[in-house]
């Protein structure tokens, strides 16, 4: 089997981690690891939750994938990944490496999360899992790269059963093409990660953002018009720190 890297995206406690395990552990990949963000992350991690830590965390393991993929080991990347500029920079990493890329979403309902989460012996937040559920960028609905290769819902389907159907899909998987060129496509991507630097740093410095449900939709309503009205990202950055700045103000 050719080498690859695969995005598990998904929110907390949703499975990904017993997923990608199973995945690695196919005897039908000869070599293959599982990077895990959750190795830089530990209980205090999220008791004391700073979104700016997550740029860290995100990049150890962003190196890690990169160094497995350098030696000539294939990669399951077990994070939440659930902006669309995230699955892009692993998109783009994978190619550069010429290896195949594919998303694996895993689908399991909010609700369900929420209680295996409850079950863990060191569970997160409630409202860190939530919180990601609202920002989840849903994996193919704005680009076709994006699409999943398999969706599995872990409360409906086992985590081997599911194993199976990767490796399946995958065997059956075409190297894509280098990444798009395109304007839209770039100005997409350097919006999106423009905005979310801003995000990290009003989260960071204003806790009561943190839980307002608003705040997802502004980011996506200022993309949305940005990219549609070809805005510079400066000024779409300008434009969100007003409108958040406007809910801080009530």
């Not at 204003?206 to 980011?219: G, K, Q």
Request: proline share 5%; charged share 30%.
């Amino acid at each position: 089997m050719k080498q690859f890297l695969l995005a598990v995206c998904g929110i907390p406690a949703s499975g990904k981690s017993t997923l990608a395990k199973a995945i690695a552990a196919r005897p039908e990949i000869p070599r293959a690891a599982v990077v895990s963000t959750d190795r830089w992350r530990d209980s205090e991690y999220y008791r004391e939750f700073r979104p700016e830590n997550e740029t860290g965390v995100r990049m150890a393991a962003f190196q890690q994938s990169a160094r497995l993929l350098e030696e000539g080991i294939s990669v399951v990347h077990d994070d939440t990944n659930y902006y669309v500029s995230m699955r892009h920079e692993l998109r783009t990493l994978a190619l550069e490496n010429g290896c195949l890329y594919a998303v694996v979403y895993v689908s399991t309902p909010l609700d369900v999360a929420l209680d295996w989460n409850r079950q863990r012996e060191q569970p997160l937040p409630p409202d860190v899992i939530s919180r990601i559920s609202r920002r989840l960028d849903i994996p193919g609905e704005k680009y076709a790269w994006d699409t999943p290769l398999v969706t599995v819902n872990l409360s409906e389907e086992n985590a081997e059963a599911a194993s199976v159907r990767v490796v399946e899909a995958l065997r059956e998987l075409r190297p894509a093409d280098r990444p798009p060129s395109s304007t839209r496509v770039s100005t997409h991507m350097e919006l999106d990660l423009a905005m979310r630097s801003l995000m990290t740093e009003m989260l960071s410095a204003n806790r009561a953002l943190r839980t307002d449900t608003r705040v997802h939709a502004i980011r996506k309503r200022v993309l949305k018009w940005a990219v549609r009205e070809d805005v510079d990202a400066s000024d779409a950055v300008r434009v969100l720190e007003s409108e958040l700045r406007r809910v801080l103000e009530g």
